[in-house]
Antibody
């Protein structure tokens, strides 16, 4: 059974930092692209960042470039998102996700999401 | 990169067919055959139902079909069922290697 389980969400003040983690199981995580997608009621779904299986390819949306850092540990089937300089508009549900091909083929697996609230 | 344009809501009766449109530009929908569609029930994560314009992942019923013409992609659900009531999102790979989503369409089964 495929599972992606996010952790690390919570409440943080503007300017603060948070590190999200995602534990994958039930498939060969090491062979596939992984990504972080967030969802807000106002802005909908937004692909923030993705990373290739080998970590050679990394993408960041303009909204998080320079503030967020994606990484993965294939030995532990884990994905991470280091979020710095958080702003009010980073408040969202953050999903860990994985694509069986690359990002062009759609996002096959999604976690249940973790809520990040940025508020003073 | 702007979001793709979808209607805010559509509705249909059980057994009927509905179509949801998704309009982009030549730099995303029109430029690549990399359009995906997702179904999202309240409180749940999105679920991939269509990839690469018209392909269905294993386990997705053939009541779900999709196509693309120019800068507009379309998702059709035939033989509507109560459990199809959900939000639907389109997505496209873009010229800048990003992945963008539509604003979502709420499907109501009357």
């Amino acid at each position: 059974q495929v599972r992606l389980v996010e952790s690390g969400g919570g409440v943080v003040k503007p300017g603060g930092s948070l590190r999200l983690s995602c534990a994958a199981s039930g498939f060969r995580f090491r062979d596939h692209y992984a990504s972080w997608i967030r969802q807000t009621p106002g802005k909908g779904l937004e692909c923030l960042s993705y990373i290739s299986s080998s970590t050679n390819t990394k993408y960041y949306a303009d909204s998080v470039k320079g503030r967020f850092t994606i990484s993965r540990d294939n030995a532990k089937s884990s994905l991470f998102l280091q979020m710095d300089s958080l702003r009010d508009d980073d408040t969202a549900v953050y999903y860990c996700a994985s694509s069986l091909t690359d990002m062009r083929g759609g996002i096959d697996y999604w976690g249940q999401g973790t809520l990040v609230t940025v508020s003073s | 990169q702007s979001a793709l344009t979808q209607p805010a809501s559509v509705s249909g009766s059980p057994g009927q067919s509905i179509t949801i449109s998704c309009t982009g530009t030549g730099r995303d929908v029109g430029g690549y055959n990399y359009v995906s569609w997702y179904q999202q029930h309240p409180g749940k994560a999105p679920k991939l139902i269509i990839f690469q314009v018209s392909s269905r992942p294993s386990g997705i019923p053939n009541r779900f079909s999709a196509s693309k013409s120019g800068n507009t992609a379309s998702l059709t659900i035939s033989g509507l069922q109560a459990e199809d009531e959900a939000d639907y999102y389109c997505s496209s790979y873009t010229y800048s290697s990003s992945v963008i989503f539509g604003g979502g369409t709420k499907l109501t089964v009357l």
